[in-house]
């Protein structure tokens, strides 16, 4: 029976163990399609370091390895959780390897694209980078709502309302996406607030 929240829908831990997103209501998100070996790969450093900034507030980065954009997340879910945590020290929680784009793709981004089909950009010549770099590469390109490529973010607020989407060139630590999940966390209680 297919989920009718994004809270219900079937996933599973790194580990292979079954989980939906209930236990992650009443947080701010950012769930973001991962890969090893892409040029964006580094990202997984600001990544760890918004999520570790934010944790304690609600926050939390949610990390879906997916080999769908020129084969750079070919290894087993054991490899990518030993390179996560062997290079990028990255704690946060990750999940099975999936598909997030084309005919196949899971539910949980059929979710997403359907509900933000279009991703705010750094660079409006992105796609167009993206597009001759797979011409080069005899790959295809993806009409949207699919992703752009890998490290694309969504950001769900606590109620599993999927309030905004940011293209792969857009990092992190940039301050519209800092400013995009202060305004969905609750307020600090009697402190300044945190810095990234």
């Known amino acids: 029976m297919p989920a009718t929240t994004l809270f219900d829908v079937s996933l599973a831990r790194i580990s292979g163990e079954p989980v939906t997103l209930q236990e ?14 892409c040029g964006l790969t580094g990202q ?23 080999n769908d954009f020129a084969g750079q997340e070919p290894g087993s879910n054991q490899e990518i959780q030993k390179f996560c945590t062997d290079t990028y020290s990255a704690s946060f929680p990750m999940f099975e390897k999936i598909v997030a784009t084309g ?47 890998n490290f694309e973010k969504f950001l769900i607020d606590p109620q599993g309302r999927v309030v905004a989407r940011f293209a792969p060139d857009m990092l992190p630590d940039d301050p519209r996406v800092i400013r995009a999940i202060e305004a969905i966390l609750p307020p600090l209680q009697g402190g300044a607030p945190a810095s990234i």
Do not use: C, M
């Not at 992650?24 to 070996?37: C, E, M, P, Q, R």
């Open 24 to 37: 992650y209501k009443g947080k701010v998100l950012l769930i973001v399609n991962v890969a090893s070996k």
């Open 44 to 66: 997984y450093e600001n990544l760890e370091k918004l999520y570790n900034t934010y944790k304690h507030r609600g926050f939390s980065v949610l990390g879906f390895p997916a």
């Open 103 to 149: 005919p196949e793709k899971h539910e949980l981004y059929q979710f997403l694209t359907a509900i933000q089909p279009v991703a705010q950009v750094n660079d409006p010549g992105f796609r167009t980078q993206l597009d001759g770099f797979l011409s080069k590469n005899g790959g295809k390109t993806n009409p949207l709502p699919d992703l752009l490529w």
